[in-house]
């Protein structure tokens, strides 16, 4: 027979694995991240590792743009011919794989994060914070209601593709999404940002609409400006958003794609 203690402690201890592993997760794809500081205002992604080469790109300061290292099966470079002050880049998931001069350029994982606290409830709230900064996502059960649900024909393998609001989203399976199962989902209610006593709200609808959230991160970039991790999904299908912040304004919003 299982007892009471036995219940709480299994589900507590399934809790804490759940946030251990968001929180690696999340820490491991902040290395998928260069952020552009280049006083310049930009920097150019050339096609090869030399000041020479042709510019294919540019990537504006305060972008996020990812290490092809990390990029999920990329390998159109040779890192043993690379001069090591040039880094493979890629501007977003769909862009050739370019080069950026090391010095303009600056790894996410070496910023300093923020503490993070996790309350659970009817409104999940995660807070990163530290003495005089503190940032609160507010996560609500996904509200059927409030968004336009398709069940879309799908003529090359005779299935349905699940579309809400006019657009295909990730990590959710038809068979999964019903009226009596999208309790299971979160999606996100508010984000704001705490300065020194200064509150502002971010417009979430920059950040459209995403579903199955389930961790943040907060990165604090050399000029205070802040970059944001938002973990969704699960296993081999979880993705996450990442924003830049200056200002109280989103600047740049980007996204990785499940591996």
């Excluded at 000041?51 to 990390?70: G, P, R, V």
């Excluded at 880049?89 to 790894?107: E, F």
């Excluded at 068979?175 to 009596?180: A, G, N, P, V």
């Amino acid at each position: 027979m299982i007892s009471c203690f036995d219940t709480c402690f299994f589900m507590r201890t399934k809790i804490l694995l759940s946030v251990f592993f968001t929180v690696m997760i999340l820490a491991v794809q902040a290395q998928e991240y260069y952020i552009v500081t280049d006083q310049d205002g930009y920097t150019n992604i050339r096609e090869k590792p030399t000041t020479n080469a042709k510019i294919i790109d540019k990537a504006s300061k305060y972008e996020l743009i990812f290490d092809a290292d990390y990029f999920c099966g990329d390998e159109d470079f040779d890192f043993e011919k690379m001069s090591p002050n040039w880094i493979p880049v890629k501007k977003d998931y769909v862009a050739p794989v370019g080069y950026v001069y090391k010095k303009n350029i600056c790894s996410l994982d070496s910023m300093p994060m923020l503490r993070k606290h996790i309350n659970r409830g009817e409104s999940d709230t995660i807070i990163c914070a530290n003495d005089t900064l503190q940032v609160r996502l507010i996560l609500k059960p996904f509200d059927f209601d409030a968004h336009k649900i398709e069940y879309l024909e799908v003529t090359w393998d005779d299935d349905k593709r699940l579309h809400i609001d006019g657009e295909i989203p990730k990590c959710l399976l038809v068979s999964e999404f019903t009226r009596e199962t999208t309790v299971k989902h979160r999606e996100i209610k508010e984000l704001t940002v705490n300065n020194n006593g200064a509150q502002y709200t971010l417009p979430i609808r920059r950040i459209k609409s995403y579903f199955n959230v389930d961790g943040m991160t907060v990165f604090i970039g050399s000029e205070g400006e802040l970059y944001i991790s938002i973990g969704c999904g699960d296993g081999g299908e979880a993705y996450h958003i990442m924003l830049s912040v200056v200002n109280g304004k989103i600047l740049f919003a980007k996204e990785s794609d499940a591996c």
